[in-house]
C-alpha cells in the first residue's frame, strides 16, 4: 500500500510541477508579447513624431505664419476632442485610420532618405502639408490622451506653446536679418558704383536706394554713435534697422533691428541669418 501511495504522491506532485512550469512559460510569454506590444507601439509613435518634424520643419522653411497657423490648429482640435470626452476621442481616431488604414500612410515628403528636403516642397503644396500635420498632430494627441488619461498633461500644453511661441518669433527674426544683409549688401554695390562713376555731388555721401521692392536711406538716433540705415521691405511689407560703430581699434560692431514704419521705435534682433 505504502507502495501505490508513494507512486500517486510522485504522480501529483509531477502534475504540480508541470502545471507550475507551464503556467510559468504562458506568463513568460504573455509578458513576452506585452513588452513587444508596447515596443511596437512606442516604435510607431516615435515614427509618427519624426514624421511630424519633418512636415513641421517645411511648414518653416515656408515660413513661420504658417507653422504657428498649424500648431495653433493642432491644439484646437486636440482640446475640442478631449472636451468631447472618451467617446469623442475614440470617434477620431477610429476615422483617423480609416483614413490612414497603415502607419506609414501618414508619410508625406516620399523621397529617399538623401534628397534634400527643400525638394518636397516642390511637389506638395502647403495646404496638403498643413493638413498632413493636422492629422498626424490629432493622431499623437489623441493617441497619447487615451493612453495616459488625466494622469499626464495633454500632447500639446502651455510649456509646449511656449517653445512654438519662442521658435516662431527666432524664424521671423531670421527671415528679418536674412533680407537685411541682403539689402544692404544692394546698397554697398550701389555706393561702391556711384563713388565710382557718379557725379561728383553724389559721391562719399548718404546715398539713398529705392527699388520695387526695398527702400533705403540713411537715418539717425538720438545720442548714438552709430551710422544707421533705415529700410523698408514690400511684399510682404516690414522694416528693419542696420547700424555699424567702427571702434578705435578697427573692429566693427554691426547691429540689426526690427522696426515701425516712422522708425521711431526699434527691438533687437538676436537671431544669426
Not at 516712422?262 to 533687437?268: E, G, I, L, Q
Request: glycine residues 6%; charged residues 30%; negative net charge.
Amino acid at each position: 500500500m505504502w507502495e501505490y501511495l508513494g507512486i500517486a504522491t510522485a504522480f501529483v506532485l509531477g502534475w504540480t510541477i508541470r502545471n507550475w512550469a507551464a503556467k510559468a512559460e504562458r506568463g513568460a510569454a504573455a509578458l513576452a508579447l506585452s513588452d513587444k506590444a508596447r515596443d511596437l507601439d512606442e516604435a510607431e509613435s516615435r515614427y509618427l513624431q519624426t514624421h511630424q518634424r519633418e512636415v513641421a520643419n517645411l511648414l518653416l522653411t515656408i515660413g513661420p505664419e504658417p507653422m504657428e497657423k498649424a500648431y495653433r490648429k493642432a491644439r484646437r482640435r486636440q482640446d475640442d476632442a478631449i472636451a468631447g470626452g472618451p467617446a469623442r476621442i475614440e470617434a477620431e481616431l477610429t476615422a483617423l485610420s480609416h483614413k490612414y488604414p497603415f502607419f506609414r500612410d501618414f508619410e508625406k515628403i516620399g523621397t529617399r532618405h538623401f534628397v534634400p528636403y527643400s525638394d518636397a516642397l516642390d511637389h506638395w503644396p502647403e495646404d496638403d502639408l498643413v493638413d498632413r500635420y493636422l492629422d498626424i498632430s490629432q493622431w499623437l494627441a489623441l493617441s497619447f490622451r487615451k493612453k495616459h488619461g488625466n494622469n499626464l498633461p495633454p500632447f500639446f500644453d502651455d510649456e509646449d506653446q511656449k517653445v512654438i511661441e519662442r521658435i516662431v518669433q527666432q524664424e521671423r527674426d531670421r527671415k528679418l536679418r536674412r533680407r537685411i544683409e541682403a539689402a544692404m549688401e544692394l546698397h554697398r554695390l550701389f555706393s561702391t558704383t556711384v563713388d565710382r562713376y557718379g557725379q561728383e555731388q553724389f559721391k562719399h555721401g548718404a546715398v539713398s536706394l529705392e527699388t520695387g521692392e526695398v527702400s533705403i536711406r540713411r537715418g539717425a538716433t538720438p545720442y548714438s554713435p552709430e551710422i544707421e540705415y533705415w529700410i523698408s521691405f514690400r511684399e510682404p511689407e516690414d522694416y528693419g534697422v542696420y547700424s555699424f560703430f567702427v571702434h578705435d581699434d578697427g573692429r566693427i560692431s554691426r547691429s540689426y533691428y526690427q522696426s515701425n514704419a516712422d522708425f521711431t521705435h526699434k527691438v533687437y534682433l538676436t537671431a544669426r541669418g
